[in-house]
């Protein structure tokens, strides 16, 4: 493939920039930039805004209501979007679930779903980790038992799933669930969707250490869930799960938001000094600095390449585990180096502080507010999504075949 941009696809990027320019808040703009919280409002605007144009879903095939874009249209894209401060759209529904039931639904759950993804009429959470059952997602003990009554064939759930992000805002889960014990256990797993006001749901807040809810607990306790809610065929939900999962990772890689936060660290490294020299020239720093710009430079290069191979029909697989690792080494730096650069200023910790209209004495640059916080934050991507150690083992088997 070709890693120049042609006349078309530049024009295609001014395009975007204008409608940036013209559609993103410069509130919420000014949000995402700074680190701030983003409202569950701020979100759904942004959603909103891009699905009204027909943006939404740009890696759903056409049909499916995405807009046709090519591999270079969509790379540019996200990239000018995280550049220009837009939020990241939630991903559960759009980027996770969606391409699995367009490759794995049935015809009903797409006209269904898919609609309603686009338009927000959902808003979808992911149950897959459990207490016990994380890095090992096969090992999932949360069950589902099948039955037939009057009102028809259902699941009963019961079990646990732990770290649901933003579970409190959402009205649909899907879940892996277990539904046969007694063979190997990746075989045993069904996917299902599971309303969150069925009777016998209860979604419990973990409040992380920045003072934050964005993760839940959510308890099933004989849950009654439709037959017609499981995606595919019963125990063959490891494979739907390792589908979505290679999008996930994917998706975790973040390269336009790595892009975004390696231009606001150049410009800090220029603006703060060390014995009257700015940061930029000191030479500890400006090889960090180097050193993350090349890995971001050559991560974006395989990101281009995955993209090009999932557009030509296929599903990113040991790549998706390659961008995973070094696109959370490559987040987790560049917040580790604005934390540096930020010096004493970084630890005072003022939860005020990270809401958009916060009107108190600042600490330091704005830079600052939330320099450790996003640095903290940023140490759960190595984990979540499959751990970085069991995506080094994903990519012995396939590519090395250890």
Known sequence: MDLNFTPEEEAFRAEVQAFLKANLSERVARKVKGG??????DMVEWHATLNKRGWLANHWPKEYGGPGWSVAQKFLFDNECALAGAPRIVPFGLSMLGPVLIKYGNEAQKRHWLPRILDGSDWWCQGYSEPGAGSDLAGVKTTAVRGVDGDGEHYIVNGQKTWTTLGHYANMIFCLVRTDNTVKKQEGISFLLIDMNTPGIEVRPIITLDGEHEVNEVFFTDVRVPAENLVGEENKGWTYAKYLLTYERTNIAGVGFSAA??????????????????????????TRLARVEIELENMSTTNLRVLAAVAGGGAPGAESSMLKIRGTQIRQEITSLMRRAMGPYAAPFIEDALDGDYAGEPVGPEEAVSAALQYFNNRKLSIFGGSNEIQRNIISKMILGL
């Open 36 to 41: 701030l919280k983003l409202t569950r409002d």
């Open 261 to 286: 936060a390696l231009e606001r660290l150049h410009a800090v490294a220029k603006k703060v000094k060390k014995n009257g020299r700015p940061l930029a020239d000191d030479p500890s720093f400006a």
